[in-house]
């Protein structure tokens, strides 16, 4: 199968909000507004400061993934940690090695714009992605991921 991947336009934007909202139901159970996620995904395309988005694609089948990312700066470090912010793949397309072309395509992109690491979260209870993360190299950190409800 060819796919490229290319940097997401705005043109992209309705699919991206159906893979967001299809993500955040298949890793956490919850559904989300459309209309909130259409904001924060136009912000992101609109303003790469907010976020950065690539999608793949084929020929024959359109849009089948999409990775974006955002920055953190760090004040010991003096740069920034990327942080894959989503990463969706049609589910009649996994399991077909598409997570590795996209997670080293925003880790080379990353490395040129002088990143500190690339690093994600996921879900405790979403084993498959995370075995999938673990196989492509990423690692547990000692760290605990912690909320204030605003």
Do not use: C
Not at 41 to 69: H, K, T
Not at 78 to 90: A, E, N, P, R, V
Not at 104 to 109: A, C, I
């Amino acid at each position: 199968m060819a796919l490229q991947i290319r940097q997401a336009s705005l043109d992209d934007l309705a699919i991206l909000v159906s893979f967001t909202l299809a993500e955040a139901l298949e890793a956490e159970g919850i559904e989300r507004s459309a209309e909130r996620v259409t904001e924060g995904v136009l912000a992101g395309l609109e303003d790469p400061a907010v976020a950065m988005y690539w999608v793949m694609e084929s020929p024959d089948a359109g849009l089948v993934g999409s990775i974006s990312v955002v920055r953190e700066w760090s004040d010991w470090n003096g740069d920034y940690y990327w942080w894959i912010q989503s990463l969706y793949i049609k589910p009649e397309f996994r399991g077909r090695g598409l997570l590795k072309p996209l997670i080293e395509l925003v880790r080379e992109e990353a490395k040129r714009q002088g990143a500190l690491e690339l690093r994600l979260y996921a879900h405790r209870s979403n084993e498959r992605a995370l075995s999938a993360y673990r196989r492509e190299g990423f690692r547990e950190l000692p760290y605990q991921v912690m909320s204030l409800e605003l």
